[in-house]
């Protein structure tokens, strides 16, 4: 295999609950990264001390808000070397996620990967029917040029970023990768592989109302990647309604009633 130099980069907003476990699994690697780079963006909570423990990082503090799209140019950007790696904040690598995957950059260099993500905190009924219904995944198998690779984890060789103008800094907090993906599967010479084999876990742990935040902004920014309007609120209204219904039925249909009522 050879010696690949890999920056990651984390872009944190008020993720105290999570990103030091975060920044333990990729420092655990069995393939060690050559640069770790923190993006916090302004977080208002405890984020700033605890990244104060770890040592040899790269800390950038963001003076405002700046929102997903800003902070993935940023971290890229702000990388020295030409492999370039991302996780959120609330995601952890398995130890052989970065020597399972970059072993595909030895077969085609101009690529983007994502691996396997799964819920960890699957005993909450909340967290397994997002788990259900809304997984990071494209399954168990390896998919060249899936829909899109999910942000959540990926991998991609700098070249790609310049070719492509970097990410849509309007996309705030969701669908900049969906929009990305878009754009790379529009230039022949570059490929999305979704590699099942690297996994990591989301720690996301929701309730009620914060499920409803996460699949609104999914839809908002996902599907519909067009600014707000009201009759854009309205359509996006009846077709999360619709989602609802029919995934109450389906789950009725396969007797899981566990997830008709949280």
């Given at each position: ?10 872009p ?11 920044l ?21 909570d ?20 700046m ?11 702000m990388?020295?070397n ?13 130890k ?8 595909y950059?030895?077969i ?25 219904y ?21 991998i ?8 492509i ?7 705030f ?35 009620i109302?914060s ?7 999914y ?10 309007s ?12 619709k ?5 109450s ?14």
């Amino acid at each position: 295999m050879n010696n690949y130099k890999v920056s990651i980069y984390i872009p944190a907003f008020n993720a105290e609950k999570t990103i030091e476990q975060s920044l333990n699994s990729i420092i655990n690697q069995t393939y060690k990264f050559n640069e770790i780079i923190v993006i916090n963006d302004k977080s208002n909570d405890s984020t700033s001390k605890i990244l104060t423990k770890f040592k040899n990082i790269r800390i950038i503090e963001n003076k405002n808000n700046m929102g997903l799209g800003y902070n993935r140019n940023l971290g890229v950007k702000m990388s020295t070397n030409d492999i370039v790696a991302s996780i959120d904040a609330d995601v952890v690598l398995d130890k052989k996620w970065l020597e399972t995957i970059i072993k595909y950059f030895e077969i085609n260099s101009l690529i983007m990967c994502s691996g396997k993500m799964t819920e960890k905190y699957l005993d909450s009924k909340i967290n397994e029917w997002r788990s259900e219904y809304y997984s990071q995944n494209w399954g168990n198998n390896d998919i060249e040029n899936p829909p899109f690779l999910y942000g959540c984890n990926t991998i991609q060789h700098k070249d790609i970023w310049k070719n492509i103008n970097g990410y849509n800094e309007e996309l705030f907090t969701n669908g900049e990768d969906i929009d990305y993906s878009d754009r790379i599967k529009q230039v022949k010479k570059f490929k999305l592989i979704y590699c099942s084999q690297a996994r990591c876990e989301h720690l996301q742990n929701d309730d009620i109302n914060s499920l409803a935040d996460r699949i609104w902004r999914y839809h908002s920014f996902g599907y519909k990647l067009k600014k707000p309007s009201i009759l854009k609120t309205l359509k996006l209204s009846l077709k999360q309604f619709k989602f609802f219904i029919n995934r109450s039925i389906k789950d009725i249909c396969k007797f899981r009633f566990k997830f008709i009522k949280f």
